[in-house]
């Protein structure tokens, strides 16, 4: 059990590093997902009060395409000089090679939703009633996008064109987590933190089943490539 | 007979390789040496036939044994945006290895100078240098060389001569496939040649000892 | 490789060439039955009028639409399980998932006839119709999937791998759709969404017989696409093996036996 935390901690220290190293994240996903949220207001008309209402939908669509380009982004990373081959010769455990790719997706997007979060509270004139329900609700539905995103990246790996197929897949699949995390986001903006409960159960059960998915397909996924 | 998925690559392959053994593949392009190596690596899946890889079952645990194994083919298996250093020690620790034989490593294959280079940034030869590098620093019990001269300058080459020898004198078993006769003959105990997928030459072996066998 | 090469049960039952005519027949002739069954002898519905014969056929085809499904789920798990591994269950899983999206479609696109006249608008937001749209693109990705990979093992592996993932999204997919809908009865004017109008006599025969004869059709259908697969697996293979021979052929001047995979 040390061994596979160990593991999984090396892998996502290798794909955050990368990050780091080349920014793709903050200078690339960061300004796309604000630039969503820039076409919402040109498309919804700000004057006619209607963005506050509809902000954590909006900050969820835009959370979910950004959540698209960072998975593509992290098994993309992977493609270059066979370094998928790599990772299977490496010995590590796969399972492992899943947590930490899917826990390293999971922070950086974290880290993009907070700032992102901060931009619309501040362009679209919202406040928030309950921080600690935004936290625990962002929390638990981007484990889920990620854990489902990194199983699709791993069944679109090596593939031309797996662009357009990753969106194509995963989107349908996080549909209940998009609403789930909607739900509990108008919750905690308007103070009734008690009728976020059941959507917070609903993504919590989509994390646990897609880590577990996760874990048991993704070695056999990555054999035979 | 091998199949790759439903491609024959390689049929009739019959080969013995002790522990301890260096052993050279030749034989034309297109006979099967790299597809060979991979699978002895455990990277392709054995379709027909039957082999055993330190001990352990190819048609059944290609995967157990992958810690053991280091192949030097033609990626460097690194990422672009990683330095050699950060490359060299990600496969270390990968393998199970401290930090520490990472840097040693580094020194060995001449990369010293370029340890916070990127990737990206290094040239070709480096490149090969540090693939080399990343085998090294795996220190694994079977080495499987898939045309190592390729793309290394005259230091480059004595390098990797000295680690083939280093890693025979240190009871590690060799296996190179490579074009560079002269050369890999002078390392190594013996020749098998492969042409059109079939292998033949090999030695008698001896009972004890693990077996590294196909 | 063809059905009756494989000598697998499955294969031979796909094999027979009874099979397909009989089918045919019993396709053509139930479904004939039942557009008499449901234009003339089934009486109109007192509030739905004649726009409710659309039921006998909308019912049927939703049901057929999931047993595909099912049917693909299962094909792909026993793919997938070492001991029951062969290429027939992930082409079962594949013709069957066909059949599923077109029933999928021919779903939405039947609701939305009925609809129109009963509720006056195309489209509800009602958590069935959604929760079937979601079907629909969850299984428009695995044919998209299964498309873009040309290797038949990878094909089978992954398509068996994302079968799976996407069964499993079902049940949460139904449940929060579900959910998030008894809470937003927005609109006054679309009542609750459900267009079952009571069921008895000459209306249940219909659609009882309609769903044998949907069922029947898939069977069909399923047999059909099924020895397509297999035949192009085939042409596949061979059009692969010549292939092989011509670079065998550059690389060793002998001529290497081909070994049969």
Redesign the interface.
Known sequence: MRRLVSELALVAGKDLRIEARSRVTTNQVLPFAGMVLLLFAFALDPDRGLLPRVAPGLFWVATLLAGLLAVSRAFAIEGENGARDGLRLSGLDPAAVYLGKAASVTLQLLALEAVLAAGMFLLYDVEVANVGLLVLSAGLATAGVAAAGSVYGALAAGLRVRETLLPLLLLPVVAPVMLGATRAWEAALSGAPSEAWPWVQVMAVFAVIYTALGVVAFGPLMEES | ?T?L????AL?GVDLDVMEGDAVLLSG????GKSTLLRLI?G?V?L??GEGQVLGRDLARDR?SF??????L??????????TAA?NLR??A????RPKAVADAVLERVGLGRSANV??RLLSAGQKRRLALG?VLAREARLLLLDEPHAGLDAPGREILDGAIADAKASGRTVIVASHELEQVRALVGREVVM????ASGGLVAEPDGDLVGV | MTGSQDGTRLARVMGKGWLTPVLAVLTVGSLAILAVLGLWVAPPDALQGDAQRLMYVHVPVVMVAYLAFGVTTLASVLYLWKRTRHPQWDRLAAASAEIGVLTTALTLALGSLWGRPVWGVWWTWDARLVTTAVLLFLYLGYLALRRTISDPDVRARRSAFAALIAFVDVPIVHYSVEWWRSLHQESTLLPDGRLDPQIEGDMLIALLWGIGALLITYAYLLVQRYRLAALEEGFEGRALEAAIAERRAEADPEPATVGAS
Do not use: Q
């Open positions: 007979m199949v998925g439903r491609f024959p049929s034309p392009n297109g006979a690596a990277l899946p379709t027909g995967r992958r810690a053991e194994v280091a192949l083919g033609h990626d460097t298996f690194c990422y672009d945006d990683l950060e990600f496969h620790r990968a393998a199970g990127a990737h990343v042409a059109g997928g079939h």
